[in-house]
């Protein structure tokens, strides 16, 4: 992909269980939860356009590729792609908190470091 574009937003409000309930789930099954573990959500969709948490979700399973600025198309990630994600938590009357980024750049098989 020649040119940056957004190609989907979400937001934690979509999730299907609150922090709270994924915590219950660990603990009352025998996990060690410690403080500092993280927690994998999975995929965050919504149900706007748009607001899908992955390329099959975005693509209904490449059927309906993504246009992308100067006209390039994506049903899937392609040799050379390059992903990022950014993060932030915020609410009214409070200071927005950033979780930063993660990048990535899609690499022809058997080319990635061992």
């Not at 979400?10 to 603990?27: E, I, K, L, N």
């Not at 992903?83 to 950033?98: K, Q, S, Y």
Request: glycine share 14%; aromatic share 4%.
């Amino acid at each position: 992909m020649r040119t940056p574009a957004r190609v989907s937003r979400s937001s934690f409000r979509d999730a299907y269980w609150t922090v709270a309930q994924m915590v219950a789930h660990h603990t009352s099954n025998g996990c060690n939860l410690q403080a500092g573990d993280l927690l994998g959500t999975g995929t965050l969709s919504g149900a706007e356009p748009g607001s899908a948490g992955s390329m099959m979700e975005l693509t209904q399973a490449g059927k309906s590729p993504l246009e992308l600025p100067g006209g390039e198309k994506r049903s899937f990630l392609e040799d050379g792609d390059e992903v990022t994600m950014r993060a932030r938590c915020e609410r009214e009357a409070a200071a927005a908190i950033g979780f930063g980024e993660a990048s990535g750049r899609i690499v022809p098989s058997g080319s990635a470091p061992g």
